[in-house]
């Protein structure tokens, strides 16, 4: 409005402020629209299944862009859920032709996606899930002076213990045996190296180890990139801690990065409840148990596949129950339903199995008079449990 309206003719200044006006509300409906418009453009799919609670892929953080997928990724829960907590509007980002693919995606908040993004079975809106690992204990491991390696060539074997780092370029190859290894900084495979192990847990502390994290402090991180090639295998059966392969201090914030390359394995969970899983590479990356992070971003063109149920990870338990009552003598048969529950808290099929009442006594055998014969002597008398001994 640089002239002034008494200097133009009759009707062009109210004609030039209305336009002025109308552009002004154009903008401002543009940019509400910016703001407001559904940020889900990625194609959807009805689910299938809704959420129910559980997840094999969890993303913990209850706000901002907290699953990112670049590129060509692909994200694959066949037996599973994913769930993301975040109440942003842009919670789960995708874009280029990055896709999603589980038996449910529950997201609290919404989806934001370019491109040719492709999500299936989403429910927005959902309920946010309880951190399913919740109260995992801290491993416990012998504590003392922390060790350095560094390997660029050749191959070596080391021990479970406590790490301030860990460190193969080159050629290297690290063999680590069955234990847990506690990091205080940083554990890197890169170039051509490679590091595997079968029963291992990878513990990311900080330096205050044995004493947690802070809350929000960056601990120890992984690297497991570049050309090297990387096979884990968490401890396994029911004495195992939780058979984890990557473990976080609860309130460590540091990232675990893996490659993702063909030849790449990992089994066993992932837990860092305040950290973040990125992943990058061509090739495809199974993750066999479940994943509990705060942020996951998922990079390049590859394929990562999670197959674990998502169940809560616990050893299974067993009870027996009566099903009949027996009579209360040596030899009787007592009839037992066997429940066992596996590690989903899902009921086995019930089993009957019969068991002898155990005997808690013998009584002395009665001193015979000499009138009687050894044919006469009676046998040793049984005494059944009672009281705290009896089965129930």
Known sequence: MGGRLRDMPPGAGQSRMTSYLSVLAILALTAGLTEITPAAAATTTAPANTPDGSCGLCVLA?????LTLHGNASLQLARSNLMVNSSSNAAISLTGNSAI????????GGVSSTGNAVVSNLTTGASPAADPLAGTPTLSVATGSPQSLKLN??????????????????????????GTYVILDDFSVAGKGSVSGRGVTIYLACSTFPSPCSSGQRGASLELMGNGRFGLTAPTGIC?????????????????????DPSDTLTGAIYAPSGTLVTNGQGNLTIGGQVVVAQAFLNGNGRIS???????????????????AGPDKVGSVQNLTATLVDGSGKPATPVRQSFPTPVCAVEPTPRKRS??????????????????????
């Open 371 to 392: 009138s009687e014969t050894a044919t006469a002597a009676s046998a040793p008398t049984r005494r059944p449990c009672r009281g705290r001994h009896m089965p129930r």
């Open 240 to 260: 195992a801690a939780g058979q984890l392969a990557i473990q976080s201090d609860p309130n460590n914030t540091s990232s675990i990065s893996l490659s993702g």
């Open 101 to 108: 693919s589980a038996q449910s995606v529950g997201v609290v």
């Open 153 to 178: 060539e050749g191959q070596r074997a080391i021990f479970p213990g406590v790490y301030s780092d860990i460190f193969v370029t080159g050629q290297g190859s690290l063999v680590l045996n069955a």
């Open 62 to 66: 209850p706000d901002g862009t907290s």
């Open 306 to 324: 999670v197959s674990s149920a998502g169940a809560v990870i616990s050893a299974p338990t067993l009870s027996l129950t009566p099903t009949s």
